[in-house]
């Protein structure tokens, strides 16, 4: 853990009116067990947490670097990237997964070996996304059309969802500090679409 960052964090979390706490006091790793991106690899870490709790709207925000290890037999890999989090029981999510779309997922779905979830009146979205989830009518309801808008520009991002929570990342991309704040508004940006899904 950089002592650079974690400072220049600090100052971030001060502007944001958060608090901040450079490891983990908030036993995250029990309430984000059930995304993919926590159930992969091991050595698992979480830093630099950035938090804040809105009593009157029920919710809560964690922004956090996290850490895991990818072993390969003789070799491994650690991957960084930096999470938004949200819980807010004004969610009320299906279990759903969503990340940019590769060649493997095309070739994996013209073989018929794997399918997405693809919005014919969105083909575009649906060109750059690999969304997957339980309960596919749930989830059509629930990405509606400024959801795909917004992914639609913003072309790097993963979006899990689950019940109350919800996470926002690049995968393995530690984003620069001085992007944290647009992290923080993007993440909140996200979460408003959603509620409008919602009601």
């Known amino acids: 853990m950089s002592k650079k960052r974690t400072q220049a964090l600090q100052q971030v979390a001060f502007d944001l009116g958060m608090q901040f706490a450079p490891k983990d006091e908030w036993g995250l790793f029990e309430l984000l067990k059930d995304f993919k991106l926590f159930k992969v690899g091991g050595r698992e870490s979480i830093t630099n947490i950035l938090h804040r ?30 999470v938004f989090f949200m819980q807010s029981k004004q969610l009320g999510l299906p279990h759903f997964w969503m990340k940019p779309e590769t060649f493997a997922h095309r070739i994996g779905e013209w073989l ?36 795909m808008k917004f992914f639609t520009v913003e072309k790097e991002w993963s979006l899990e969802g689950c019940g109350y929570f919800l996470i926002l990342y690049i995968n393995a991309k530690l984003l620069p500090v001085e992007t944290i704040q647009d992290l923080y508004k993007k993440g909140m940006k996200v979460c408003e679409m959603l509620y409008e899904g919602e009601r």
């Open 112 to 147: 018929g070996l794997q399918r997405d979830i693809d919005f014919a009146e969105h083909p575009e979205f649906s060109q750059q996304y690999w969304l997957k989830g339980e309960d596919e009518d749930y989830i059509r309801a629930t990405i509606n059309e400024d959801v």
């Open 53 to 82: 709790k809105e009593g009157m709207l029920d919710m809560e925000v964690h922004i956090f670097d996290y850490s895991y290890t990818v072993s390969t037999g003789k070799s491994s890999v650690t991957f960084q990237q930096t």
